[in-house]
């Protein structure tokens, strides 16, 4: 079993940051991947990163890519999202999910976290 905890969404203008935070606790197997979703009102979930713990690979849809960073402190089992040039349309909750294997989909995770709110004001 694995819990995620999410935490640092809130308000922000049009071209601000945020760092979000996961932070992860049970039984982690240094292989899992563990991925951001956002679900923001009438539009279907998003996955916008994905890493794996062991191998630090990436990946985010070209929705966010060149704006959001993931990266992990394996040593805090904390995983964060560094999202820069934020826009109107990334506003959602923003949720923190883990697996252990590929998934069937980029949204396909056995564990999720409760969400973290983001607004993005224009």
């Known amino acids: 079993e694995v819990q995620l905890q999410a935490s640092g969404g809130g308000l922000v203008q049009t071209g601000g940051s945020l760092r979000l935070s996961c932070a992860l606790s049970?039984?982690?197997?240094?292989?899992?991947?563990i991925g951001w979703i956002r679900q923001a009102p009438g539009r279907e979930r998003e996955a916008v990163s994905k890493?794996?713990?062991?191998?630090?690979?990436?990946d985010y849809p070209d929705s966010v890519k060149g704006r959001f960073t993931i990266s992990s402190d394996n040593a805090k089992n904390t995983v964060y999202l560094q999202m820069n040039g934020l826009k109107p349309e990334d506003t959602a909750v923003y949720f923190c999910?883990?697996?252990?294997?590929?998934?069937?989909?980029?949204?396909?995770?056995?564990?999720w976290g409760q969400g973290t709110q983001v607004t993005v004001s224009s």
């Open positions: 999910a883990a697996r252990h294997g590929p998934g069937v989909d980029e949204l396909d995770y056995d564990y």
């Open positions: 890493i794996n713990l062991r191998y630090g690979d990436t």
């Open positions: 049970g039984h982690i197997f240094d292989d899992y991947d």
